[in-house]
């Protein structure tokens, strides 16, 4: 009786998380596809936007850590609802105030409230997935985010299309006040036991497990290519005259391929490594972004985007995994918090660079550059040949002082 409650409870917090995930990824991709051309429309330049999607990353590089910690002892509830909170006042900031600052308010305001909520919904599905079913569980978690991902964008295209900027706003507030709901349904947690204190130092020195680092870099590269793809590719595609509602179609198909690849995860995890699933992902973008600057053709243009997909639709669930179970455990939040921080390096990094290379070599240098930097990026990420260790192992808990 008592294992059938529990199993019961593992269902309710596993159905509310993925449910989560779909709408918190509705919320950021009905916004962020629609941010760089909105901006535009206001007058802002490439380098602007470059400035404009970095911000999204900014904050998080400083707190991503902290968050993790928060969710490890204080537990996961609090940080969800607070980090929905906080992109319900970022989704209703454009709405209300149709201006640049309001867009710029809006990005720093979604980037600080998204690290409270992808942690802790990570850590969360971490926590009731039975060991061996990892994989699995953030497989269909990965999936539930990319549903998000093709929902969202589509949706936006004919908001902007047929409606207005403002429609996409409050079509993602709307989204903000049903997940709340879902939010507080989730299982309050009693606050655990003084953990020994661990700074910022003591976080990086994990990156010294080299199936950790791996995974990290690759989880990176994977995001920021997927950032600059969201952020110049609208612009890319308007500047050759193709339709809003089409570009929407294209970034929806790639969120769509990245669901589509997750149901032969298992098989592939049957063949092939960690490593080299992960490598291979970063090696089929990097092909994808490179091909995108060779054509204006929306046919194609899909084409190279749903390969693209299908390469981040591999890389990020297995990062998922291999950051849970390095971690030690009373410290899962923290390495998941770690994980965020080096996603939003990248994600803050890339575009300020890219806008730059933008605006002094023209838009399609943009393609080049980041296909390039993706393929050099496999050499920091593939494993020596005759690496014997396992794709991970959890490293040990820190001595107490």
Not at 27 to 37: D, F, K, Q
Not at 67 to 86: E, Q, S, V, W, Y
Not at 116 to 130: T, V
Not at 200 to 226: C, Q, W
Request: proline share 5%.
């Amino acid at each position: 009786m008592e294992e059938r409650q529990r199993q019961k409870g593992y269902l309710h917090m596993f159905l509310n998380v993925m449910v989560l995930g779909i709408a918190f990824q509705l919320i950021l991709n009905l916004s962020r596809p629609a941010i760089p051309l909105y901006a535009a429309s206001l007058g802002a330049s490439t380098m602007d936007i470059g400035v404009l999607t970095a911000c999204y990353a900014f904050l998080p590089m400083f707190f991503s850590i902290s968050a993790g910690k928060i969710a490890d002892r204080f537990g996961d509830r609090l940080p969800i609802l607070f980090g929905m909170t906080g992109c319900g006042i970022a989704m209703a900031l454009p709405w209300f105030f149709p201006s640049l600052w309001a867009l710029y308010m809006s990005q720093l305001i979604t980037g600080f409230s998204s690290i409270f909520i992808a942690i802790s919904l990570q850590n969360a599905l971490g926590h009731a997935a039975p060991e061996g079913k990892r994989d699995d569980y953030y497989g269909w978690f990965s999936t539930a985010n990319s549903l998000g991902s093709f929902l969202g964008p589509v949706t936006a295209g004919y908001l902007i299309g047929h409606v207005s900027y403002s429609a996409v706003f409050i079509a993602a507030f709307a989204v903000f006040v049903i997940s709340f709901v879902f939010a507080l349904r989730l299982p309050g947690q009693k606050r655990k036991k003084e953990q020994p204190k661990v700074g910022l130092t003591d976080s990086l020195v994990l990156l010294k497990h080299p199936g950790l680092r791996r995974a990290l870099i690759g989880n990176a590269l994977a995001l920021y290519s997927r950032e600059i793809f969201t952020a110049y590719f609208p612009l890319y595609a308007t500047g050759h005259g193709i339709d809003v509602s089409v570009i929407g179609w294209i970034l929806s198909i790639q969120g769509l391929s990245m669901v589509l690849v997750r149901f032969f995860m298992s098989r592939l995890l049957q063949k092939f490594s960690h490593n080299a699933i992960l490598v291979g992902s970063i090696l089929v973008s990097g092909v994808a972004f490179l091909l995108v600057s060779f054509t204006t053709n929306p046919v194609w243009l899909g084409a190279w985007s749903v390969l693209m997909g299908l390469g981040l639709g591999c890389g990020q669930p297995i990062s998922m995994t291999v950051a849970y179970n390095s971690s030690p455990k009373s410290r899962t939040g923290e390495v998941l918090g770690l994980r965020l921080f080096i996603n939003r390096v990248s994600q803050f990094t890339a575009p300020l660079f890219f806008g730059l290379v933008g605006a002094s070599l023209g838009l399609v240098s943009v393609f080049y550059v980041s296909g390039a930097f993706l393929l050099g990026g496999t050499l920091l990420i593939k494993p020596p040949r005759k690496n014997k260790l396992p794709d991970y192992e959890a490293p040990k808990e820190p001595a107490e002082m």
